[in-house]
């Protein structure tokens, strides 16, 4: 039975990583550290809290008086380091948060790990949970990204987790700790703040509100089912050799009004009436510094831990559009509050 540190786990993919490691290892203790900043909601848990095997503690991974307190209160096999400011349109006009959560709060939570390590928790391993940004923007014909491609942070947020992720590899090479680092393409499915791409184009559209596309909407991501990752992250913890990272992505290259298409047209087919959705794009301003490209070469994780993903993007979408169609009390509490402030500054209307 394992013991684990998630961070962060009332957030997307956090949160969508509790769920899945619970239902798939019941006896294991989940314990979720999270701050609840305007992404963290304890809804996308609805369920887990009755679990025996979960307890949710409210705090931040910058604390590190919480963190002595934590590490000797539970022995801690294992850290998953979700606890992050995730958003890049956030990053440019608040970039000091950034540097505190990802550079700061990893580091807090690395030496936390490390003491534990050195004392009660010997078993103690550090997975730290990064993004395919650090590795910078791809030209249309440059190969993916591998674990060897070179860090280029363009965005306030990658360059702070490329900093982050230069931590973890210091304490393995300097002190020792079993660190394990992943790098991911973006992810879509349930719980998704509607800040992101996809839940946003989804949420505006059944308001027949503006879908708003960035520049010439043919920057191009590489996208995975949510689930997909929280497998992969499962196959580096479950395999993953101690100081090294591994790639996770579909394999999926979209470009963005690709993607926004595709999303109108599953609308048009399961809420059919008004017009065709794709009407409502909307070319507006580019973000600054707008990455052009990413795509990951997920090889090696394929090939030393039999990693693939399940889903299909032509079946991922559906089943994201299904989610948030049968979830309309989630949708209208996450639009409510701090987002309605934050899309007004962000896109200039409500
Ligand atoms: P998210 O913004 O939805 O969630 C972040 C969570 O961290 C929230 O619950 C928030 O309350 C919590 N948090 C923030 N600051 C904290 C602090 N100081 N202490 C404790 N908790 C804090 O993010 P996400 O999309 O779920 O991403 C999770 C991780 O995965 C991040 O590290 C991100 O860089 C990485 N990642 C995301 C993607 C993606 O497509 N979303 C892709 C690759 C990697
Ligand atoms: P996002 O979901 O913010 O993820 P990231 O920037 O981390 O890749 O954005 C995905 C892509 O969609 C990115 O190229 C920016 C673009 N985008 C828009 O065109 N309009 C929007 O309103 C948003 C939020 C993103």
């Known amino acids: 039975m394992k013991t684990l540190l998630v961070t962060g786990g009332a957030g997307f993919i956090g949160a969508n990583f509790v769920r899945y490691w619970l239902e798939r290892y019941p006896g294991d203790r989940v314990i979720n550290l999270d701050a609840l900043t305007y992404a963290g909601n304890l809804e996308n848990l609805k369920g887990v809290e009755a679990n025996d095997n979960y307890r949710f503690v409210r705090g931040d991974i910058c604390d590190a008086s919480l963190l002595r307190t934590l590490f000797d209160e539970e022995v801690v096999d294992t850290v998953v380091n979700f606890a992050a400011e995730s958003h890049v349109d956030r990053s440019i006009t608040d970039p000091g ?32 949970v990064s993004t395919d940004e650090v590795y910078g923007s791809l ?17 306030p947020y990658s360059a702070s987790k490329a900093a982050s992720d230069h931590l973890v590899r210091a304490w393995f ?24 791409l996809i839940p946003l184009v989804i949420m505006n559209a059944l308001e027949d509100r503006p879908l708003p596309i960035y520049g010439d909407g043919k920057n191009v991501r590489d996208w995975l089912y949510v689930e997909d990752h929280c497998r992969g992250i499962d196959a580096v913890l ?24 595709r999303i109108c047209r599953t609308l048009d087919e399961l809420r059919p009436g008004g017009g065709p959705k794709e009407d409502l794009i909307t070319y507006i301003k580019d973000r600054p510094g707008h990455d052009r490209r990413y795509a990951i070469d997920a090889g ?10 399940l889903y299909q993007f032509e079946q991922g979408i ?25 899309y007004r500054q962000q896109y200039g209307h409500n």
Not at 104 to 125: K, M, Q
Not at 301 to 309: G, I, Q, S, V
Not at 318 to 342: C, F, I, M
């Open 238 to 261: 479950a395999g993953g050799r101690a100081g090294e990272t591994y790639n996770i992505g579909g394999c999926n290259e979209w470009t963005n009004i690709d993607i926004v298409a």
């Open 318 to 342: 559906v089943k994201t559009v299904q989610w948030y169609l049968e979830h309309p009390a989630w949708v209208e509490h996450a639009r409510s509050g701090d987002y309605r402030n934050y």
């Open 97 to 128: 948060a950034f540097v505190r959560t990802n550079i700061e709060g990893t580091f807090t939570l690395l030496e936390a790990a490390a003491n534990a390590w050195r004392g009660d928790a010997p078993d103690c391993r550090f997975l730290h």
């Open 139 to 155: 030209g249309p014909d440059d190969p993916p990204f591998t674990e060897r491609t070179p860090y280029a942070p363009n965005s």
């Open 300 to 309: 090696k994780l394929m090939r030393e831990l039999d990693w693939a993903p």
């Open 173 to 196: 090479h300097t002190y020792g700790l079993p660190v394990l680092t992943t790098n991911c393409s973006n992810n879509y499915g349930p719980y998704q703040f509607p800040e992101k």
